[in-house]
């Protein structure tokens, strides 16, 4: 989506402010498809694989767009990154401060802004080495004029990586066995998610003594339904210069084992992607 009303892309940044206040104590708890074991383990081979490419660089600067309560962030400080921490969210990146208190690191720095903002004022700054925008873009009204300023502040030879992104959903030309499995899963998927949201939404309720109220996701996910397009995103960087390092499609389930299985069968179509991108060096 190109050239967003600002009105809209106003209703976005207010819908997203409002979902993340409500979710920030609880955001851990209720993305088990983020925070399980599968995806977590997959994250840190990635990341790792990154700062293998990144290799011999030295005091590395790392930005992570929409950090959430980080997820990224934190394991960028383990890998021995300077991270640079941005969030719209206050409540969001409340819960990561607290995080870094316990544990005493003091290589982050929390910024309270909206992406878009923060690397507008930054412009062409070509200081990091790595740029990561982990399950943020299908949050952004425009995405990828978003992505074009972030590649802006990558210094030569640093690395973009975009990740946990929905993917338009795909056609299914699948035989009738595999399809009957594949919305197998999916059922499965919905009760786990179901009844662990109903425990923690329950506990929420009781401790705060309010009533619970549903979600809209519509607005504040604004690119969900329809999702992005990997090649797109390949195509604007290749125009830019960039190597891409690795695009992937995945399948990205609520219960670890599920993805886990999906990964060795091949059972439902992919529902997210991944993508890492280098700059080149001259
Ligand atoms: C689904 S969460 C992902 C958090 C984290 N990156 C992770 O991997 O768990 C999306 C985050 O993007 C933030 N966000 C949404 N729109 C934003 C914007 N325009 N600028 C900065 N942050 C934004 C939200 O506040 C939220 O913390």
């Not at 995806?39 to 930005?63: D, F, K, M, N, P």
């Not at 699948?174 to 919305?183: E, F, L, M, N, T």
């Not at 996701?217 to 604004?222: G, T």
């Not at 060795?264 to 001259?282: D, H, I, N, Q, T």
């Amino acid at each position: 989506m190109k050239n967003v009303p600002s009105v809209l892309a106003e209703q976005v940044h207010q819908a997203n402010l409002e979902i993340h206040r409500r979710e920030a104590e609880i955001y851990d708890w209720v993305h088990p498809e983020i925070f399980g074991n599968y995806e977590q383990t997959r994250l840190q081979h990635e990341l790792q694989y990154i700062t293998r490419v990144l290799a011999g660089r030295s005091e590395l600067r790392a930005l992570d767009l929409g950090c959430g309560t980080g997820n990224i962030s934190l394991k960028l400080l383990d890998l021995g990154y300077e991270v640079t921490a941005v969030d719209l969210s206050a409540e969001m990146l409340a819960v990561l401060d607290r995080k870094l208190a316990q544990r005493g690191n003091l290589k982050c720095c929390l910024v309270n802004r909206n992406v878009e903002d923060v690397l507008l004022e930054r412009g062409v700054s070509n200081d990091q080495d790595l740029i990561v925008f982990s399950s943020v873009l299908h949050h952004l009204p425009d995405y990828f004029s978003t992505v074009e300023l972030a590649y802006q502040q990558l210094a030569r030879g640093g690395v973009l990586y975009i990740c946990h992104e929905p993917l338009p959903k795909q056609l299914e030309h699948r035989s009738w066995g595999k399809r009957v499995i594949s919305h197998l899963l999916e059922w499965i998927d919905l009760v786990y998610i179901y009844g662990v949201k109903g425990l923690v939404y329950t506990r929420q309720a009781l401790m705060h003594r309010q009533r619970f109220r549903r979600m809209d996701y519509s607005l504040s996910d604004i690119h969900l339904e329809q999702g992005i397009e990997p090649h797109e995103l390949e195509k604007l960087l290749l125009e830019h210069g960039a190597e891409i390092l690795f695009v992937k499609k995945t399948h990205t389930h609520y219960l670890s084992i599920l993805s886990d299985l999906d990964e060795r069968w091949r059972l439902s179509p992919a529902s997210s992607f991944r993508l890492a991108a280098r700059k080149p060096l001259e």
